[in-house]
Structure formats: C-alpha cells, structure tokens
C-alpha cells in the first residue's frame, strides 16, 4: 500500500496551505468593501421573507373561528414539549375545537415541526420575531395571543401550499 499513488498527491506549495490563504484573504478583501446592510433598528424594521420561522399563532377565520381542530399533533410531535392542547366537543360542523391551547415561549425552538403536521393549516410560523418578557408567566401565550387572522399570515399560507 505505501508504493500506492492517491488520486491527488499535494506538491510542495499546496502543502505549505499558501493558496488557500490567499483565497481566504481574497474573499475577506472582497467583502471588506461591500456596502454595509445595518439597519438602524427600532426605526428601521426587518421584514422577513414568507419563508421565515418567526413564532407560531394559530390562524383565525373570518368569521372568528380558529381553525384548530383540537387533534393534539402539534403537541406530540414538538420536541421542546412547548405545546399544551386540550379539546372539547362543539355543535359546529367541525366536531371539536380546543379549549385550552398554550405554547411555552421560553420552550419553543421554533423548529416548524407543529406547522408541517398540522393537518388544517392552523398552526403556522408568523413573521413575528419581537419577543420580550419581564416574567415567566408572560411567556406562556395561550389562545388570546396565538389567534390571528388570516389576512396577516396569507403570504405565509400560500408558502406553504407551494412548497408542502
């Protein structure tokens, strides 16, 4: 095996590594004179693309209605344990619709996993990526907070049906 020649044997100048120092200096150089792209924050917002994982909410309907239909799937397949989901029964022409729905803030990895299993698009990933909490307790955001309409999150919507 040591009389074996490789497939690419390194001369003496790709071992001292100098032409990949220079490739590396080359793209240092080039990117020393792009032009910045800081935003001035607070005045200046970022508005993220329709693929962008910001935090989750659940999708309302027009006429006020969540679309959720309480099956649990999000919550058994979040690794972070994040999401809490109890359901009910209702007279609507859905059967069930979930009484308790909270997601753990501090918890969620904001993995996209609830958002892929769903099967009514209830879930999604908003482009919301403003999060602050002074205690513990703020950070648990149940149905209140995770409602939005349908309108806000359309681009998000339509991401997904291109790309699932």
Same mark, same amino acid.
């Given at each position: 095996m040591s009389g074996q020649k490789r497939e690419k044997d390194l001369n003496i100048f790709e071992k001292l590594y100098i032409p990949e120092i220079a490739k590396g200096m080359a793209l240092t150089l080039r990117n020393m004179f792009r032009p910045n792209v800081?935003?001035?924050? =607070?005045?200046?917002?970022?508005? =993220?693309?329709a693929s962008y994982r910001g935090r989750p909410v659940l999708v309302q309907e027009n006429n006020g209605i969540e679309r959720c239909v309480a099956c649990g799937l999000c919550s058994r397949v979040c690794p972070a344990l994040a999401i809490e989901v109890q359901a009910s029964e209702t007279e609507l022409e859905k059967e069930r619709y979930p009484v308790k729905f909270e997601i753990n803030m501090l918890r969620c990895i904001f993995c996209g996993f609830c958002e892929e299993v769903c099967p009514e698009e209830a879930i999604v990933m908003s482009k919301d990526y403003e999060l602050v909490f002074k205690n513990r307790n703020d950070a648990i955001f149940g149905k209140e907070k995770l409602l939005v309409p349908v309108e806000k999150l359309k681009d998000r919507l339509e991401f997904l049906r291109k790309f699932k």
């Open positions: 800081t935003l001035q924050y =607070p005045e200046e917002r970022f508005e =993220p693309s």
